[in-house]
């Protein structure tokens, strides 16, 4: 029997439980507790995972949890938080090929004994490993040697995002820079804000892989923006591996992303004038409204210009990719509003997917019980965003 969990597998710690920064500028509230209960009580999520566990501030924070009993490990793999939300280590790391581009990628490890021997043996090549995301001055293939002796999960992170990422800045192609061998050694792909699965299948080396889309949280409010249902067995780290390469019937069923279009960094944005194209061309270098150098290239661009395919190609085993608009973007949605839906429906995830238009209208009205409903079927109007400013639902 299979069962159905929502996952979100990157979520930064902005603060250690003892109040020394992780990633700044974050959240003092982005503590390891903090992350635990938000995903629990308020989101309704059932798998999350915790992207700064490099950081021996974090790896102390979960030991102390384990010890407390608060966190139980599982035999094969990750830890447990009240009985039903799995937590599981991962690291973003950054790496620099030889253009100079940077990149960021996820490393999954099963345990806190793992995480902290690998954090070892990483702290000779980074200069500050207490904190987050940390450039391990090394190309890509170097960290999927390394990583892959410690059988890790290894994910490169928002693939299309214009700064620290593969495509963005790195390759056109990842078998640019990746032998087939480690490219076989990837376990999935991180689509990120911006791009979704019909962007990412116009190029066909990202056929086989496995699409994630994660929320990269960096505040307690913006985890499970964007996150997977995951069809496995159990709740364990070693379901979720064989869920990414699609073994013995557990696989990722559904990805939940924001619209690319509400993504900020989907068109091509000028510094300058705030010119974004609402056509289907890609301007050239310069800014066709005010002639300056400023463009800054969105994702949708960088896609059309390195794409295989004109159109999509789905695969056989692609899920849906659902348009999720979070509940933060629906126009009438303040703290208020938002008390009083989840005092009914407990979690968003519930507010999300499982709450009926009559109950909905009955507590928040028809206004914003109707955008709930449009948010759930993806038919809500959205405007674009690019370069750094989120698109808006038209009212
Ligand atoms: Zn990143
Ligand atoms: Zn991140």
Known sequence: MLNQ?????????????????????????LTVCGILDEAVERKGMDIIGIIDALSPLVLGDLRALVDQGLLVPVSSGGYLYRDHLLVVLGAEIETKETNGGLAHTLVFLPDIETMTTFSNYMSQFIRNITLSSQNAHMPLKQLIQIASGFDALIIPAHVFTPHKSLYGVCCNRISHVLSDQDMGKLAAIELGLSADSSLADQISELTDFTFLSNSDA?????????????????????????????????????????????????????????????????????????????LTKGVWERITEIADHAKPHHPLHRPQ?????????????GKKVMTKLLAEFKTEMNIIHYATYETLSHIAGNKIADYIMKARTGTAAISAGGGGIYGRIKI
């Open 5 to 29: 969990y929502f996952t979100d597998l990157h979520i930064h710690v902005g603060m250690s439980q003892a109040g020394k920064w992780i990633k700044i500028p974050t959240s003092r509230r």
């Open 218 to 294: 960096h505040s307690l409010d913006k985890i499970a923006r964007e996150y997977n249902v995951f069809s496995l067995n159990t709740l364990s780290f070693e379901e979720i591996a064989k869920a990414l390469s699609r073994k013995d019937n557990r696989q990722v069923i559904a990805n939940y992303g924001l619209d690319p279009r509400l993504g900020k960094y989907h068109r091509t944005f000028c510094q300058e004038c705030g010119f974004t194209p609402d056509t289907e061309d890609v301007p050239a270098s310069k800014c066709p409204q005010c002639n300056s150098n400023t």
């Open 321 to 333: 990719y659902f348009y999720q608009i979070p509940l933060e973007f629906i126009p009438g949605i």
